[in-house]
């Protein structure tokens, strides 16, 4: 599961709104929003620790996910710029992929890797 379908279990578990959290996070209510819809990444983990507490989380649970979302899109970028030719290639897929099923496709070999990385 994602960061941003944790967070939203989490908020609704606690009985917390959206301009809640928000609120306690210092950011704004569509950022959060966002994050829960997956258009966009987990936050500074500074602001997911707020988060947390506000939610009475406390086992880190939040923190580990958003670490491992963005473990994950650093790892892309720099994939990204060790083999530019992959821009033009993920350029071309986006005329027949949605940008969901890209990411679902590039989080997948992502996780490949690190498993084949693991065995080796």
Do not use: C, H, W
């Amino acid at each position: 599961m994602n960061f941003g379908q944790l967070l939203k279990d989490a908020r609704k578990q606690s009985e917390k709104t959206l301009k809640e959290v928000s609120q306690v996070a210092g950011v704004s209510l569509s950022y959060v929003s966002d994050i829960e819809q997956g258009r966009r990444k987990a936050p500074s983990v500074e602001i997911v620790r707020r988060i947390e507490t506000f939610l009475g989380i406390t086992d880190n649970t939040l923190v580990r996910a958003a670490q491992s979302e963005m473990d994950l899109s650093t790892e892309a970028r720099n994939i990204f710029r060790r083999r530019p030719e992959l821009n033009m290639q993920l350029l071309r897929a986006s005329d027949y992929f949605s940008e969901e099923e890209l990411t679902k496709m590039i989080n997948k070999m992502l996780e490949d890797k690190g498993t084949k990385n693991d065995r080796s």
